[in-house]
């Protein structure tokens, strides 16, 4: 177990609805990384957030947005869910990249599916 | 921007046969590399990881990877496996310059006969 949680495990959505997902990440990390894993293939990053702002951001558009709070845990949110945002949601806490090169800790996956 | 090629989709081994699995990255610059597990119904884990020196690499559970600049390539090796190492197995790279960003690539499911 890595120590980086998320919430919930599993969740069906229907197509035009918003959805937010939650991670609180592993002690003493303060960055967190979001992933969209689609079946059948490796994770993408969506963006990354350090000391409450995005930091870097991946091929996805606007509708997918996230936040950070103070206490290092963070969202996910997607609005206008369309059926191929269904898919496995990974978060990855690690170390600031600012402060040399570091190892991302993924947290277990939250399972989205758009009907 | 930077690109992952994992050769094998899906490999099936029996008992105490040797692994090897491909994975070449696209990417001019210096770079982290990283070969990453995910077991049946569990998380994705950190397998190994090179950063800089030594390009021969161990990691856990008797695995090591081999980083060879000139072909881009990061295999990942284990001379003998087990049942339990059916999974699938992920190659990631973050450029240097900017090393938030992981990229990986499809995966490979390996699945070991027991």
């Known amino acids: 177990e890595t120590g980086v949680t998320q919430s919930p495990t599993h969740l069906i959505k229907t197509r035009g609805q918003q959805v937010t997902l939650r991670c609180s990440s592993q002690s003493g990390h303060n960055t967190v990384s979001w992933y969209q894993q689609a079946l059948g293939q490796g994770p993408q990053f969506i963006f990354q957030?350090?000391?409450?702002?995005?930091?870097g951001r991946g091929n996805f558009p606007p509708r997918f947005s996230g936040l950070q709070f103070p206490n290092y845990s963070s969202e996910l949110n997607v609005n206008a869910l369309e059926l191929d945002d269904s898919a496995l949601y990974l978060c990855a806490s690690s170390l600031p990249s600012g402060a040399g090169v570091d190892t991302q800790y993924f947290g277990p996956g939250t399972r989205l599916t758009v009907l | 921007a930077q690109s992952v090629s994992q050769h094998n989709h899906h490999v099936i081994l029996s008992e105490a046969a040797s692994l090897e699995l491909g994975c070449n990255y696209s990417?001019?610059?210096?770079?982290?590399l990283f070969w990453y597990v995910q077991y049946p119904g569990q998380h994705l884990q950190l397998l190994l990881k090179y950063f800089s020196g030594d390009p021969l690499v161990k990691g856990i559970k008797g695995f090591e990877a081999e980083f060879i600049k000139s072909k881009f390539s990061f295999n990942l090796r284990k001379p003998s496996v087990q049942w339990s190492d059916t999974a699938e197995y992920f190659c990631a790279v973050t450029p240097r310059s900017n090393d938030y960003k992981l990229s990986f690539g499809a995966g490979t499911t390996v699945t070991v006969r027991a």
């Open positions: 957030y350090y000391r409450e702002e995005e930091n």
């Open positions: 990417y001019g610059g210096t770079v982290n």
